[in-house]
């Protein structure tokens, strides 16, 4: 299996920036379409972003564009979140996501999943 660990959480106030990211292990990186998810504490998880796996194509959930970015950088075996200008709606905890092919999304489209990690964006 894939492990993926997802690093770059924490505490902001509204308005300030994180960077998440998300590293696999167990095959070639650039082998997988990568997405990223979001669960609020009581909410059902919800896309946030993903992306293919030659990076040139990416899609967004409404809520999240043009404030947050996903790439990746496969010689660094790494896929990123920035997130800009965060909003209090935006905290949750983020999952980073693995599909062999098809950058989703839609939960059922990935196959392995991170531990997640926390964003709190405060006002």
């Known amino acids: 299996q894939v492990q993926l660990v997802e690093s770059g959480g924490g505490l902001v106030q509204a308005g300030g920036s994180l960077r998440l990211s998300c590293a696999p292990s167990?095959?070639?990186?650039?082998?997988?379409?990568m997405g990223w998810f979001r669960q609020a504490p009581g909410k059902e998880r919800e896309f946030v972003a993903a992306i293919t796996r030659s990076g040139v194509n990416t899609r967004y959930a409404d809520s999240v564009k043009e404030r947050f970015t996903i790439s990746r950088d496969n010689a660094k075996n790494t896929v990123y979140l920035q997130m800009n200008s965060l909003k209090p709606e935006d905290t949750a905890v983020y999952y980073c996501?693995?599909?062999?092919?098809?950058?989703?999304?839609?939960?059922?489209?990935?196959?392995?999943w991170g531990q997640g990690t926390q964003v709190t964006a405060s006002s």
């Open positions: 167990g095959r070639t990186f650039s082998s997988y379409a």
């Open positions: 996501a693995a599909d062999g092919w098809y950058y989703g999304s839609s939960s059922a489209d990935y196959d392995y």
